[in-house]
């Protein structure tokens, strides 16, 4: 197998980057119309922790982690590498060594559609990370493969220099060119959802805040007391 390593793509501006970065993966999807969520299946090693940042993507082998070691030397501060294989693959191919080679060039994180190993390593370090499986499975390094093409995980689409937020919840990945807009779309959805928790504080219901009870009633649903609803006298 052949394969290219890109140099130098076009990335999302670092501001944009950074107003990203303030808020959650499910604000940011929602922002886009429901769009740009990797699978439920990628998961943090880590908690409580939110990254976002411009994607190096990798497009590999299974089993074998040559292409990771080329992608190293792509990335650069404020980086997140983005990992697939050209078919599935559960195998350790990321750990606490290239953590530390990443995280010496100020990478922010790296999202594996693989396996990942020294996950208690990683953590003490400090390095963020979301894989699809936990595994000490060792790799090879035999097979050449891609780095800074576009790569597919779980269906969405992941090009070099896409915006990559993680955090508890999952990853999103945002297009490089609709970043900003996002920003401003994720900004609008945080505030509207800010005054709905204070109306929700004060006692308000969604059904009455979302216009919902008219929905019941178009959809049928019918309020009946107990007694009503069960025949027993009361």
Not at 102 to 127: A, C, K, P
Not at 142 to 163: C, F, K, L, M
Not at 164 to 175: F, K
Not at 217 to 224: F, N, T
Request: glycine share 12%.
């Amino acid at each position: 197998m052949g394969g290219v390593i890109v140099t130098n793509p076009p990335k999302a501006d670092a501001e944009d980057v950074e107003a990203l970065a303030a808020f959650g993966v499910a604000t940011v999807s929602e922002a886009m119309g429901r769009t740009g969520l990797l699978g439920p299946s990628i998961r943090p090693v880590q908690q409580g922790v939110r990254v976002a940042g411009t994607a190096v993507t990798v497009l590999g082998w299974p089993g074998d982690n040559l292409m990771i070691h080329a992608a190293v030397e792509q990335c650069g501060a404020g980086d997140i590498l983005v990992v697939t294989t050209t078919s599935p693959c559960t195998d350790g191919l990321f750990g606490e060594l290239f953590a530390t080679a990443l995280q010496q060039r100020g990478v922010r994180g790296v999202v594996l559609n693989t396996g990942i190993r020294d996950t208690q390593e990683l953590r003490d370090m400090g390095f963020a990370a979301w894989s699809r499986a936990v595994s000490s499975q060792g790799t090879v390094k035999a097979t050449g493969g891609s780095v800074n093409v576009p790569i597919a995980i779980d269906g969405q689409v992941v090009r070099p220099g896409d915006v990559i937020v993680a955090d508890d919840d999952g990853v999103v990945v945002v297009p490089r060119e609709k970043a900003r807009e996002t920003a401003q779309q994720s900004e609008a959805r945080e505030a509207k959802e800010a005054a709905t928790r204070a109306a929700f504080l004060e006692g308000q219901l969604g059904l009455d805040r979302y216009g919902l009870r008219d929905t019941l009633k178009q959809l049928g649903v019918a309020y009946r007391t107990y007694e009503e609803y069960t025949g027993a006298e009361s």
